[in-house]
């Protein structure tokens, strides 16, 4: 069995911003109008069916390693992280507000991390519609397998106290989508 090697913690320092929606509904041709409370209802079904669930991987083409690295996003906004290694962009996993999830098979190399929080992800488009923030870690992040170990990262996508990784905002245009 192969044992883990722990990297330091990156902790970011996004800026959580509360966010205040209403919800609009229109009923489908034919159908009777539905009372207020119903129409609430059926619009938030609708929208929690389109929201990922947590840590589903969104995009995956360099997976297949033995690296773990674990997201914990405790912004009131959902989130996505993605890896990039060199110019390729390797896996990028949605990571819900308040909640943590995990990338188990990361291959070897180093990664630049990259993350967007906000609301409504459109999963066509791979970005959120709504009060979309972008970021990128300074610092990037080295993957190693050896015959006994295997590398596992913690990254946060809140500020900690006492945490040392900067991020950098970058321009929504520079997020591989």
Avoid: C
């Avoid at 914990?72 to 989130?79: E, L």
């Amino acid at each position: 069995m192969k044992k883990p090697l722990e990297g330091a913690a990156l902790r970011a320092g996004a800026v959580a911003v509360a966010l205040t929606a209403g919800l609009l509904t229109a009923s489908p041709a034919g159908a009777t109008a539905a009372t207020g409370t119903e129409s609430v209802v059926l619009a938030s079904q609708s929208a929690a069916a389109a929201r990922p669930g947590n840590g589903r991987i969104i995009y995956d083409r360099l997976s297949g390693g033995s690296g773990v690295l674990k997201i914990k996003n405790g912004t009131p906004r959902d989130g996505v992280v993605t890896l990039v290694k060199g110019k390729t962009k390797a896996i990028s996993i949605y990571v819900r507000a308040k909640s943590s999830a995990s990338i188990k098979d990361v291959r070897d190399g180093s990664y630049r991390i990259y993350f967007t929080t906000g609301s409504r992800f459109s999963t066509s488009k791979r970005r959120f519609a709504v009060g979309a923030s972008y970021q990128r870690f300074n610092e990037r992040l080295k993957f190693v397998t050896t015959a006994t170990s295997y590398s596992i990262w913690t990254i946060t996508l809140h500020q900690v106290r006492g945490g040392k990784a900067g991020t950098t905002q970058i321009n929504p245009k520079d997020y591989p989508a």
